[in-house]
């Protein structure tokens, strides 16, 4: 991984772990997330899918029939999606490149097996974020033992896989990705408000001073985030799903993962991380944004 720049007082590291895949390579599976998981006729999706029944728009090519359309036709949530690389992993590491159609008798043990390997890429996304973030000493080489450990883990055969706790591993990782979110706030001067699991399901949040604020497991759903200073926010995990990001300034915002952009509404004032992309389905129209009104003070919360 390349060398990250500067961040106002911080900078992201080299990260010095094995190379990874952890973005999903759909040439390579299998078309996984396309048969596993089950899902409800809803505003995410437009009809009703068991888990491992494959959906009807999956080709025999394992691709999609309607991506190009997905969110036209009623499948938002399949756009929002991300395996984090577990797909590829788990069609050409775990099973050798067998293709579940060609192997029946494994269909069953692969899609399970997706079902773990997909939240251990998703620790390993974080841990891979956290490690660029943390300078050495301690806590860096405590990142760095639980990269090896998940990454092995993931590497299990797949009864390992299938009998792997993973909200077991998933609790002794998070508090170090935790502490390397304070970390990185307090070595940037921008310790904020701890606002971990609030619901904030649409909320205007205009005037609420966000920079630097804890907000993992933060529901923010449909929330106004128009013109907001999200600098140092710590996202792990925040739901951010139909969230009004028009303006906002995400530079410098920490854990934050395309799929949680590709579920939240933007435009081309949005700033965004060089790493991520501006998702397709937002406006390309500058929409002017009405400010937020002042207090009766005649002051804007900062």
């Known amino acids: 991984m390349a060398r990250r720049g500067p961040r106002r007082g911080a900078e992201k590291r080299e990260v010095d772990v094995p190379e990874r895949e952890l973005r999903a390579d759909c040439g390579r599976c299998f078309g996984i997330c396309c048969v596993a998981p089950a899902f409800a006729a809803s505003a ?17 090519d394992s691709r999609c029939g309607i ?13 929002v999606f991300d395996c984090f690389g577990a797909g590829q992993h788990v069609a050409q590491v775990t099973f050798g490149g067998r ?21 251990l890429h998703e620790l390993l996304w974080y841990l891979t974020e956290a490690l660029a973030l943390t300078p050495d000493g ?21 009864a390992e896989l299938l009998t792997l706790d993973v909200d077991g591993q998933r609790a002794r990782v998070n508090p170090l990705l935790s502490r390397a979110g304070e970390q990185a706030r307090s070595r940037a001067g921008r310790v904020g408000a701890d606002r971990r699991g609030a619901p904030l399901i649409g909320a205007d949040l205009r005037r609420v001073d966000l920079a630097g604020a804890n907000l993992r497991g933060a529901y923010l759903i449909g929330a106004d985030l128009r013109g907001a200073d999200l600098g140092w ?9 139909g969230a009004d990001l028009r303006g906002a300034d995400l530079r410098h915002t920490l854990f934050l993962h395309q799929s949680q952009l590709d579920a939240a509404r933007g435009d081309a004032t949005t700033q965004l991380p060089a790493r991520l992309r501006r998702p397709t389905h937002w406006s390309a129209t500058l929409i002017p944004i009405r400010p937020a009104r002042r207090s009766p003070a005649g002051r804007r919360r900062r």
Not at 69 to 79: E, H, I, S
Not at 104 to 118: E, G, K, N, S, Y
Not at 138 to 158: F, I, K, M, Q, W
């Open 67 to 79: 991506h190009a359309d997905l969110r036209d036709r009623g499948f938002p949530g399949c756009t």
């Open 99 to 119: 293709d579940w159609r060609d192997d029946p008798r494994h269909a069953a043990t692969m899609f399970d097996t997706f079902a773990v390997v997909r939240p």
């Open 138 to 158: 301690e806590l860096r080489a405590a990142l760095t033992r639980a990269y090896d450990d998940t990454a092995r883990l993931a590497d299990g055969s797949p």
């Open 233 to 241: 926010a710590d996202l792990t995990g925040a739901d951010l799903r």
């Open 44 to 60: 995410d999706f437009a009809l009703d899918k068991p888990a491992g029944r494959p959906c009807p728009h999956l080709g025999a």
